[in-house]
RNA sequence: UCCCCCUUAGCUCAGUUGGUUAGAGCGGUUGACUGUUAAUCAAUAGGUCCUUGGUUCGAGCCCAAGAGGGGGAGCCA
């Protein structure tokens, strides 16, 4: 490893080798984020991280060198008759390495700073011939195959960074606006939260659990002493805190057992739900929108390397697509375009006019009916949203029939006050309400949903002892990060999905 | 869960009406060259054609079942 052995024939080379050594166990690693911007220029610096590519020529060798600090590589120059060549062989694409040197100006194009190698020790190695993430184009689909290396990525470690500020653009929000964020637990009792199938919670054996007299299993033997399961929402327990401390916001991950195999869903993700004493459904809609636009700013702000990256990465893929299938603006434009303009807001029943009174209806192009009463269909809201708003588009006063028991009753006995915002490519990304504070109002639509009150005692009782209007929403963090991303498929958004048939990693 | 499509070299793909030694680009390796920018040039290695069964003189190609992946729909965030 002590390179210059070679040399080591007089006196100067014996306090050359002495005054490096001193230097690298001196010198403190430098992230390379920290070091493209710094004013470490003509310094002795230590850089680590995985190579990405090596131009060996005869007397110079380039090596890019990244360590996911930024989506930008740090140029090292190796001077060949400075280290030996065995080193040198093993820098290969994906080795790990610790650089000791000088951070120069560069002398070449393409980069403004690079690191003048003195000394490289490799910590892994990374055979190039079964190494899979090869300098060259991959497939998403390949990747995720590969979730443990993928985030070596320019593409992946750019999302990751951006995944990581999105969550900490949220936090600061509510934060900033006085909200407390609360954990709703996990593992539920609750069956009732009528948002589809859940995954079960036992630590019974599978094989032989425990039976009542009637055949079914005995889940008095269970851990809890009774059916568990994932949480599907913890909207119900942050009702607990939104009447408590007023204002106040979930962050965690959710779980739905759903048979689901499309690019917008997952068995496991995460979902911000705030909940908010003393808001109506336009103070819920106005800070949804408030949300909305911060967050994306936040991005803006804080994350332009990796946008112009992805930006760029998205409109190549525009290329291969049919002419009518394309973006008309490119992902930073379409940031922007929801930042600087206001949702269109309008009832459902307006909607189901629009839609009665639109072309693909009148030609009969849509596949299912348009009428009042309807849920409406992906065809119908990418109308709404990419034909004829053209923006974000925040949808009230739904059916109740076609919504949560929770939900607030309006005056006319048809509706219910809930609100979806759509997003273009995307769909709901939001969706919430105003939650009905009157108890006889709440009981007598659990009834009728067949949504059994003896889960949900405590629930009632917040209407029971002290009730006040309330509204909240939920939020899907990984259609937020589909949007801010540009990319179309939520698997790659985060960092090991989950779905059906899929629990790899 | 439903509909459609795909599975051939490490990766991305081509492969004619079923016919003899299965191809390309990228990547790898070797060499040349160069303050290079996912360098360039040359040579070279690399295949259980997803699996099982069937049809046929003969299957990468046709048929059936299974496995895996993708797109769309539903459910939803």
């Known amino acids: 490893m002590f390179i210059l052995s070679s040399n080591f024939n007089n006196l100067s080379h014996f306090y050359w080798l002495v005054n490096l050594l001193k230097l690298i166990e001196t010198v403190k690693r430098s992230k390379i984020k920290y070091l493209l911007q710094s004013d470490l220029v003509d310094n002795q610096v230590n850089a680590k991280g995985w190579v990405r590519t090596k131009r060996e020529g005869k007397n110079v060798t380039f090596i890019a060198l990244n360590d996911g600090s930024t989506i930008k590589n740090i140029q090292i120059v190796v001077d060949m008759e400075k280290l030996p060549e065995a080193t040198i062989k093993d820098i290969n694409t994906g080795a790990c390495i610790s650089v000791n040197g000088v951070l120069v100006k560069s002398q070449g ?11 490289i020790e490799i910590l892994g190695l990374a055979d190039p011939e079964v190494y899979p993430l090869q300098p060259k184009k991959h497939s998403l689909e390949f990747l995720r195959e590969i979730a443990h290396l993928r985030p070596r990525t320019n593409t992946i470690s750019a999302i990751m960074r951006i995944r990581h500020n999105l969550a900490f653009a949220i936090h600061k929000f509510f934060n900033d606006k006085g909200f407390f964020y609360m ?14 199938e859940m995954f079960r919670v036992s630590t019974l054996d599978p094989k032989t659990p425990p039976l009542n007299e009637d055949g079914s299993v005995n889940y008095k033997e269970d851990f809890f002493g ?3 399961n994932l949480t599907v929402s913890g909207q119900l327990e942050a009702e607990v805190g939104a009447m408590s401390l007023g204002e106040v916001y979930t962050f965690g991950p959710t779980f739905r057992a759903e048979n689901s195999n499309t690019s917008r869903h997952l068995a496991e993700f995460w979902m911000i739900e705030p909940e908010m004493a003393f808001y109506d459904l336009n103070d819920n809609m106005d800070l949804a929108e408030e949300f909305v636009k911060s967050i994306i700013s936040y991005i803006l702000d804080n994350c332009m390397d990796d946008l112009e990256f992805l930006d760029k990465r998205a409109a190549d893929e525009e290329k291969n697509k049919p002419q009518n299938e394309r973006n008309e603006l490119g992902l930073i434009e379409r940031m922007k375009f929801v930042v600087e303009n206001e949702f269109e807001r309008l009832e459902y029943t307006e909607a189901i006019q629009v839609l009665l009174n639109s072309k693909p209806h009148k030609k009969k192009k849509f596949k299912f009916p348009v009428e009042w009463g309807i849920d409406l269909q992906s065809e119908h809201e990418r109308y709404l949203v990419e034909k004829h708003y053209k923006k974000p588009v925040i949808l009230t006063n739904y059916p109740k029939d076609i ?5 607030k009753q309006n005056p006319d006995g048809k509706t219910v006050g809930a609100m979806d ?4 490519g995307i769909g709901e990304i939001i969706g919430g309400s105003q939650r009905e504070e009157n108890l006889e109002k709440l009981k007598t639509r659990m009834e009728e949903m067949d949504v059994p009150e003896s889960e949900l005692w405590w629930y009632l009782e917040l209407r029971k002892f002290g009730t006040a209007p309330h509204s909240g929403f939920g939020l899907g963090f ?8 540009g990319m179309g498929n939520i698997r790659d958004v985060i960092p090991f999905p989950r779905t059906p048939q899929n629990a790899e990693f």
């Open 478 to 485: 990984e259609r937020m990060m589909l949007f801010v991303t």
């Open 226 to 228: 009774k059916e568990t």
């Open 403 to 407: 919504k949560a028991f929770y939900m």
């Open 183 to 196: 954990h709703t637990p996990i593992v539920t009792g609750s069956d009732a939260e009528g948002a589809g």
């Open 421 to 424: 915002i759509l997003f273009p």
């Open 109 to 119: 194009k393409g980069q403004s700073v690079e690191l003048i190698a003195e000394h």
